[in-house]
């Protein structure tokens, strides 16, 4: 349960992410709320997790999904860049992740 928390908690803080960009420097009310509810939502879920999960495999993790989750969506909704040391980049962090969480043992 703990790892399906830290996903949930992933997606959030994908959406956090997301909306950043959307208010503009926190600008623009509604996603600047949107950032906030998101970021707070991510926070607690992930300590959740962090109950039965050593704090360095969930954060790392955490941080690790949200980051690929946000360069995926940065390419797809903002046509950001999509090279070969890019995605070769992402693999290497994804690899990383998969290999944390196989070593790694809820408490």
């Given at each position: 349960?703990?790892?399906v928390?830290v996903v949930v908690?992933?997606?959030?803080?994908?959406?956090?992410?997301?909306?950043?960009?959307?208010?503009?420097g926190f600008?623009k009310?509604?996603?600047?709320?949107?950032?906030v509810?998101?970021g707070?939502?991510?926070v607690v879920?992930?300590a959740?997790a962090?109950r039965?999960?050593p704090?360095?495999?969930g954060?790392?993790?955490w941080?690790?999904?949200?980051?690929?989750?946000?360069?995926v969506f940065?390419i797809?909704l903002?046509?950001?860049?999509?090279?070969l040391p890019?995605l070769?980049?992402?693999a290497?962090v994804?690899?990383?992740?998969?290999?944390l969480?196989?070593?790694s043992q809820p408490r």
């Amino acid at each position: 349960m703990a790892w399906v928390l830290v996903v949930v908690a992933s997606a959030f803080e994908v959406a956090f992410a997301l909306s950043m960009k959307a208010s503009y420097g926190f600008t623009k009310l509604v996603p600047s709320t949107f950032a906030v509810v998101t970021g707070v939502a991510s926070v607690v879920i992930l300590a959740q997790a962090l109950r039965t999960l050593p704090v360095g495999t969930g954060y790392t993790a955490w941080t690790g999904i949200g980051a690929v989750g946000s360069v995926v969506f940065g390419i797809v909704l903002f046509n950001e860049p999509r090279d070969l040391p890019r995605l070769l980049s992402l693999a290497l962090v994804i690899a990383g992740l998969v290999s944390l969480g196989l070593t790694s043992q809820p408490r």
